[in-house]
């Protein structure tokens, strides 16, 4: 893992769980980070064709001006900027973007830059026009979703290109988790998405899933057997490689939609 993300992993997770910064470290260095978004990610990277291991200089992204709309801690970000994108990364928690923003100028990113907003406010924030958008795991969270599509679709440039990632209505889900991530809605159906995207004035070209056997809700089921909240948060990172490796490999094997849907459209 590259030595900007162990940095930032590792703040955001002193905040959750008060780990010393040294196991933490040595946590990053073996075993990816205890994220749902790690596996986004690794649908982003599979619909780009940007490849594994080392980032390196994309021609795709080069110089292009890219949005990352509710960029949550800002790794999808740092990655897209480490591929030479000039990256916009929005996000509602003041507290994340400054702490994304700290890494980003310790790590001298200079084209990398956060801004605290409120999503569906985003075309009020005069942003400019993009050559690519990312939507991970923003779109369930926004009562108004056709709205905010609406709005994205005006700040691409024609033809540009539009990556959206949500959850799949189909999957099992623990209502208090729901509630505590302030889900508008359980998800999508993975056959309704390129219509819906196509009625806000994008085309679908490629989609992805993951965890065809919805192990992210039994591995969330797992981590909730003790009742201290400290303690789940411990327990949901120490199964995290295990569900993580386990997720990768049926997603490989089985192929039918998950529980994690993503998609790359264009701006028609």
Request: overall charge positive; aromatic content about 8%; hydrophobic content about 45%.
């Amino acid at each position: 893992m590259e030595k900007y993300l162990v940095d930032l992993f590792v703040a955001s997770a002193q905040e959750e769980i008060r780990a010393p910064g040294w196991m933490l470290r040595l946590y990053f260095a073996l075993f990816s980070a205890p994220l749902g978004k790690t596996l986004r990610i690794d649908m982003v990277k599979d619909l780009l064709q940007l490849g594994k291991g080392r980032p390196l200089r994309s021609p795709w992204l080069e110089g292009k001006r890219v949005l990352d709309v509710g960029c949550g801690i800002g790794d999808l970000a740092f990655m897209l900027a480490e591929r030479g994108a000039h990256v916009v990364g929005v996000e509602l928690d003041a507290q994340k973007v400054a702490r994304a923003s700290r890494i980003a100028e310790r790590w001298h990113f200079d084209a990398l830059r956060f801004l605290t907003a409120d999503a569906t406010k985003i075309d009020q924030m005069n942003l400019g026009q993009f050559d690519a958008i990312f939507c991970l795991a923003l779109l369930e969270h926004i009562e108004q979703d056709v709205t905010l599509l609406q709005q994205l679709h005006g700040l691409l440039r024609p033809g540009g290109t539009f990556v959206l990632e949500v959850p799949s209505a189909q999957r099992k889900t623990i209502a208090e988790v729901e509630e505590a991530d302030g889900h508008k809605r359980p998800g999508y159906l993975f056959e309704e998405v390129p219509s819906l995207l196509e009625s806000t004035g994008f085309r679908v070209i490629r989609q992805r899933t993951m965890d065809p056997l919805g192990l992210i809700y039994y591995w969330c089921a797992c981590s909730r057997i003790i009742p201290l909240r400290k303690a789940r948060r411990w327990l949901f990172t120490a199964l995290a490689p295990l569900f993580i490796s386990a997720i990768r490999l049926t997603s490989a094997l089985i192929k039918r939609p998950g529980a994690e849907l993503c998609f790359l459209a264009v701006k028609m």
